[in-house]
């Protein structure tokens, strides 16, 4: 248990279909981050909410929509996806400040496959 | 820019045995430099971490220092243990407002009985 819930745990999904993830703190932590995780690829930093502003998009396609309503929550909104978007998706959080030093913490993650 | 390099995987081993997994980096500046394990169907936890030159991390019998001359991070343990089993994240943070943290691409390790 590491402080970080994210839900559900698996989703399949059509490629026309909604849906969301997603993702509780209670770490009292005030950023919080959106990492994909493909096979074989090191960790794609997709997200990045620092006291819940958006600070960081890494060129992620419009059909991933994040929202954080507030420091505890984070949502990854899908939308139109493609197959190869099939992956774990995992939040984390952590204090936005201490110079790089501080570590993050990881929720397990949710597998998404999209069909 | 900033990078990480691990070593490729799988590494079996059996049990007992000596682990060392080689992590380099790329960075500007003096990054933070972490060792997370995914166990299987869980998220990541930080292992150890080390935030300057010569610091060794420790921990649950792993170890690493942080070596800036090769820039360097290596993931040691003397003896393996089949629980030990995972997936080894090298990573580094180098700091700003956001603590953003870049990874390599994960060593499996396989401890057999």
């Known amino acids: 248990e590491t402080g970080v819930t994210q839900t559900p745990r698996h989703l399949v999904m059509g490629m026309t279909n909604k849906k969301s993830l997603k993702c509780e703190q209670h770490?009292?932590?005030?950023?919080m981050y959106w990492y994909k995780q493909s096979a074989k690829k090191p960790l794609e930093l997709m997200f990045v909410?620092?006291?819940?502003?958006?600070?960081e998009n890494n060129s992620v396609p419009s059909r991933f929509s994040p929202e954080c309503p507030n420091s505890s929550h984070l949502f990854l909104h899908l939308h139109t996806l493609q197959p190869e978007d099939s992956a774990l998706y995992l939040c984390?959080?952590?204090?936005?400040?201490?110079?790089?030093?501080?570590?993050?913490?990881f929720g397990q993650g949710t597998r998404l496959t999209v069909v | 820019g900033n990078s990480v390099t691990q070593m490729e995987g799988p590494v079996t081993l059996s049990e007992e045995a000596f682990l060392t997994i080689n992590c380099t980096y790329t960075?500007?500046?003096?990054?933070?430099l972490f060792w997370y394990v995914q166990y299987p169907g869980e998220g990541l936890q930080l292992l150890l971490k080390?935030?300057?030159?010569?610091d060794k991390g420790s921990n649950k019998g792993f170890e690493a220092t942080y070596r800036k001359e090769t820039t360097s991070f290596h993931l040691e343990k003397g003896s393996v243990q089949v629980s030990d089993s995972a997936v080894y994240f090298c990573?580094?943070?180098?700091?700003?407002?956001?603590?953003?943290?870049?990874f390599g691409t994960g060593t499996l390790l396989a401890v057999q009985p």
């Open positions: 984390a959080s952590s204090r936005s400040s201490g110079g790089g030093s501080t570590e993050a913490f």
């Open positions: 770490l009292g932590h005030n950023a």
């Open positions: 909410y620092s006291l819940e502003e958006r600070v």
């Open positions: 960075a500007t500046g003096y990054p933070s």
């Open positions: 080390a935030t300057k030159a010569d």
């Open positions: 990573a580094l943070n180098y700091g700003g407002a956001t603590n953003k943290l870049i």
